[in-house]
């Protein structure tokens, strides 16, 4: 009985929309983004064909090169690797 009403749950369950297929993005991979919004968290959000990418550090209207750290169903998160960032640019000049 009980494989009978995992089968009926997962036909027609909540969780069907979740999973799209192939994501946008890989992890490990490399991409130039524009950071657009800033999470509640503190992040920046960056968009690569409407996929929700959090970047680490991001600010608004930077363009930045990110990693992609970790991909999740909905969104994946990521950190600068290069930027156009006075932030960044000043803590290499400073070190």
């Known amino acids: 009985m009980v494989p009978f009403k995992v089968e ?3 036909y027609g369950g909540f969780r069907r929309s ?12 490399e991409y130039d983004v524009q950071v657009t919004e800033i999470s509640r968290k ?11 990418i959090f ?3 991001g600010k608004v209207g ?11 169903n909905r ?3 990521a950190e600068i ?5 006075s932030a960044t ?5 400073t070190s």
């Open 8 to 10: 009926r749950m997962s």
């Open 18 to 29: 979740d999973n799209f297929g192939p994501k946008p993005v890989e992890t490990g991979k």
């Open 42 to 52: 503190g992040d920046g959000i960056a968009r690569i064909q409407g996929f929700v």
């Open 55 to 57: 970047v680490k550090d």
């Open 62 to 72: 930077q363009n930045a090169k990110i990693r992609v750290l970790q991909v999740g």
């Open 75 to 77: 969104f994946a998160i």
């Open 81 to 85: 690797v290069n930027g156009a960032s």
């Open 89 to 93: 640019t000043s803590e290499q000049t």
